[in-house]
């Protein structure tokens, strides 16, 4: 990891991934509601026209949308941002594509405290609570280009609602694209260890592989989980580290409330109790600021988990 690491913002991976998946299969249509340059749909917008649908600032009718368009046998991928996808429009997203179980796919972009300069309206921290609430529906996160990429198109293959959380913030690019394979609710063991797993999910992978080695040159070995599907999440893998190493600790950019967290943490209190820190948004607000610094302030660094890390091997 200390050579140069590209960095690709895992919303530029969604618009080249809808425009690769949209020259495969002519049942693709993409939607947004006014934000396509943001969202990177505007990329499959210029090479698909006939295929591509602004609804205006109407996120929630947007939803609706795709979901009639679903049942025409077509696949919709409907693109906001993830505080209008999973906030503004979460009653037409539950009822009109959780309830009949349509198979619509939810982009949404610029999630997370990330978003930076944007401020607390739009840095959505709570889409992962909202959407996993949903009965059905799949909620995956992916840490950086390759896996965003091949998520958009493991989403496209399945059968039935799915939320995909992308990010404003340019990320390191960890993973090889040649051998990737991506599969709907399974994690990836990033680096093994024997004190203490890190279970992460979007841009806190990287964080944990650099925690993770910060740790090791202290003589503490930390296992790193990468868990980019939120739901279903990948309990065989949660338990197998659990027996394993004897002590979790999670790292998401979402509160602590509703998300990755709390979800290993139900697994475990019911298989197989250890002790576990949480690493996300405690139960506050963000403000605006540049993204970098706000992850920090936030305690979303490698620094933070090292901190964590030494606090949990005490308990």
């Known amino acids: 990891m200390a050579e140069e690491i590209k960095k690709i913002a895992t919303r530029e991976s969604y618009g080249a991934a809808l425009v690769e998946l949209g020259h495969q299969h002519d049942n693709l249509v993409v939607l947004d509601a006014d934000l396509a340059e943001a969202t990177?749909?505007?990329?499959?917008?210029?090479?698909?026209?006939?295929?591509?649908?602004?609804?205006?600032?109407?996120?929630?009718?947007?939803?609706?949308?795709?979901?009639?368009?679903?049942?025409?046998?077509?696949?919709?991928?409907?693109?906001?941002?993830?505080?209008f996808a999973a906030g503004r429009a979460f009653e037409q997203v539950r009822n009109s594509i959780g309830y009949p179980q349509l198979n619509v796919k939810i982009g949404a972009t610029h999630g997370g405290i990330s978003v930076g300069e944007d401020g607390a309206s739009h840095q959505c921290n709570e889409d992962f609570a909202l959407m996993r609430s949903i009965p059905g529906m799949t909620v995956i996160c992916p840490a950086d280009d390759v896996e965003a990429r091949a998520a958009v198109k493991a989403a496209y293959a399945h059968q039935g609602p799915v939320y995909l959380r992308f990010g404003r913030l340019a990320l390191p690019v960890f993973h090889k694209q040649e051998g990737y394979q991506?599969?709907?609710?399974?994690?990836?063991?990033?680096?093994?260890?024997?004190?203490?797993?890190?279970?992460?999910?979007?841009?806190?992978?990287?964080?944990?592989?650099?925690?993770?080695?910060?740790?090791?040159?202290?003589?503490?070995?930390?296992?790193?989980?990468?868990?980019?599907?939120?739901?279903?999440?990948?309990?065989?893998?949660?338990?197998?580290?659990?027996?394993?190493?004897?002590?979790?600790?999670?790292?998401?950019?979402?509160?602590?409330?509703g998300g990755l967290g709390e979800a290993v943490c139900a697994t475990l209190a019911e298989n197989t109790p250890v002790p576990v820190l949480r690493v996300g948004i405690n139960d506050e607000w963000g403000h605006s600021g540049p993204a970098a610094q706000l992850l920090k302030d936030f305690g979303l660094s490698a620094e933070n988990l090292v901190v964590k890390a030494k606090e949990l091997l005490k308990k």
């Open 40 to 83: 990177k749909t505007l990329l499959f917008a210029k090479q698909f026209p006939a295929r591509f649908f602004d609804c205006g600032i109407a996120e929630g009718n947007m939803m609706s949308v795709a979901a009639g368009l679903s049942t025409c046998g077509l696949v919709p991928f409907a693109s906001t941002f993830a505080m």
């Open 182 to 257: 991506f599969t709907i609710g399974k994690g990836e063991t990033l680096q093994d260890g024997t004190d203490l797993t890190i279970i992460a999910t979007g841009l806190m992978a990287y964080e944990a592989l650099k925690a993770s080695e910060a740790l090791a040159a202290e003589g503490i070995s930390a296992r790193v989980i990468n868990m980019p599907t939120i739901k279903p999440l990948d309990t065989e893998l949660v338990l197998k580290a659990a027996e394993e190493t004897g002590r979790i600790l999670t790292a998401e950019e979402h509160s602590v409330i």
